[in-house]
């Protein structure tokens, strides 16, 4: 997919899908750029990819390197697979969902997340963000110690400004 292309096409289908109210929002296209005029909250949730797909859900974006067991493709609903700004697979093995190693694991991601290649899509999913609800789909048991969840910390920046 070419450079904005992804951003391009999910903001062209929440537009067409008019059921998002910050779908309203004033904005200016650039060749394959979408600058937002204004500040604006983000909205970022995590949920399970075997919980139930709703419209709440906005934007449904898998955030995991590897395709969840058990679920198909039309099964799980959502409107992209993002392998790349996943954990590292050195990370991930390591890591092993143990609880104890969470705020070790929670350092070294985030410091993989500030590598440029990882820092474009964060700010291409910051501005999916801008427009329409994101909930970033993770297969781990775990709710609350995940990739996701650190994915979310760092998108979630109120107020910011694009542009």
Known sequence: MPPGGLLN??????RNRKTSAVCARRLESEGSIVHLKEEVDMA????RIYDKA?????????????????I????????EWIRDIAPSTDLRVWFAHKPDRWQEFRR??????????????????????????????YAAKDSERNNAVVLSERLSV???SYG
Do not use: C, F, M, Q
Request: avoid cysteine; charge should be positive; proline fraction near 3%.
């Open 9 to 14: 096409e999910l903001v062209t289908r929440w």
């Open 44 to 47: 970022v949730r995590t949920k």
């Open 54 to 70: 709703e419209l709440e859900d906005g934007v449904r974006i898998l955030v995991d390197r590897l395709w969840p067991r058990g």
């Open 72 to 79: 198909t493709k039309e099964e799980a609903g959502l409107d």
């Open 108 to 137: 070294r991601y985030t410091r993989e997340l500030s590598t440029p290649d990882k820092k474009l899509i964060l700010n291409k999913l910051r501005k999916i963000a801008s427009l329409s609800t994101v909930t970033l789909l």
């Open 158 to 160: 109120k107020k910011r």
